[in-house]
């Protein structure tokens, strides 16, 4: 994307950046702390589904970052290596690890077919909404035995609703209620630090 496309977006799609949640690494559990910026998209740009460009300079590895789409919360986690090699792991015990099922709805860039449903491993990106009805997965960061989790939780994500629970790539475990892996919204990477939501390469 040129400067000047850059430039465009920043102007007419921002918007703002809703909560942060930081999970500090294995073993810490998630704070969730508010944030607002001063940029926020019109009415009609939000009731189009504009895109969301989010700046990720300041994330760090086992922080997650929220911000809104087209009315749907959209996560950003910046994985740590540990999570990253957990999905191997999980690869076993998951209902659809590659991301064949419903694969143009629920994981629709191809680029993202892949373990880590991602286009960089140590970024993902997803739609935060449980695929069973509608409920939202809370951060299940911490390893281990813990309430409603099985002992050998690697990290992930819970739905508390119906006890849904998707691994750290948001892909669902079998015998779950949720059918299918969080949806995976259209992205791109504008440079390093920069992650616009909403929009492909094909499209810029």
């Known amino acids: 994307m040129s400067s000047a496309s850059a430039q ?36 009609r740009a939000k009731a189009a589904g ?19 789409w087209r009315g749907k919360p959209v996560w950003i986690v910046k994985r740590t290596p540990e999570q990253v090699a957990s999905l191997k792991k999980t690869a076993a015990e998951v209902a659809d690890p590659e991301s ?11 680029e993202c077919r892949n373990e880590h449903r991602s286009i ?28 409603s989790l099985p002992d050998n939780w690697s990290g992930g994500f819970l739905c508390p609703c119906h006890g849904s629970t998707f691994d750290i790539a948001g ?6 209620p949720a059918p299918d892996n969080l949806e995976i919204p259209p992205h791109m ?9 909403g929009e492909t390469k094909a499209q810029a």
């Open 8 to 43: 465009g977006v920043d102007k007419s799609r921002r918007t703002w950046i809703m909560t942060t949640c930081a999970a500090g690494g294995a073993g810490v559990a998630a704070t969730a702390v508010p944030f607002v910026s001063t940029f926020q998209p019109s009415e």
């Open 50 to 68: 504009a895109a969301v460009e989010v700046n990720i300079a300041d994330l760090k590895p086992g922080e997650k970052l929220t911000v809104e």
């Open 100 to 110: 064949k099922r419903k694969a143009d709805e629920v994981t629709p860039m191809k």
């Open 120 to 147: 960089k491993p140590e970024i993902f990106v997803a739609v935060g909404i449980c695929s069973h009805l509608g409920c939202s997965p809370v951060d299940k960061f911490q390893t281990g035995a813990q309430p």
């Open 171 to 176: 892909r669902v475990f079998k015998n779950k």
């Open 189 to 197: 990477y504008v440079n390093d630090t920069t992650l616009v939501i």
